[in-house]
């Protein structure tokens, strides 16, 4: 009986291991914001339950942010102008298994996106 048990264990062991590198994948997103406005801009961006928030964008400059992708999900930006306009849009898609390298432009009538899934790394 405890033959039985060991086997099964082991069994169970070995599905594990096996399904580990699924289970604990790493997927990440990068996203570059270009405020592609005259205007300075204050931003937030949303993905996969992550908030990156840009004070202070000045015309023609850019912006950093990264996430782990944890499913499926689009970028929620969210614009504050200087001038006092409000704009957001939600833009993109990105969903689990791979990695993603995204740029999001801000004008002073639109947000768009451009990019989409990362060639992995070897």
């Known amino acids: 009986m405890l033959e039985g048990v060991g086997r099964r264990t082991g069994a169970l062991l070995l599905v594990l291991v096996a ?3 699924i289970a604990c994948s790493r997927n990440e997103g990068r ?3 270009v405020n592609g406005s005259s205007d300075r801009i204050a931003a937030r961006v949303e993905v996969c339950g992550q908030v990156s928030e840009f004070d202070d964008v000045g015309p023609g400059e ?4 990264s996430y782990r992708v944890r499913g499926d999900s689009a970028y929620d930006v969210s614009v504050t102008f200087a001038s006092g306009g409000k704009a957001n849009r939600e833009v993109g898609y990105v969903t689990n298994g791979f990695d993603f390298t995204d ?3 801000v004008t002073t009538s639109s947000i768009e996106i451009t990019g989409g899934i990362a060639p992995r790394s070897r």
């Open 19 to 21: 399904l580990s590198p």
């Open 103 to 105: 740029v999001i432009t």
């Open 62 to 65: 850019t912006r950093q942010g």
């Open 31 to 33: 996203f570059t914001l």
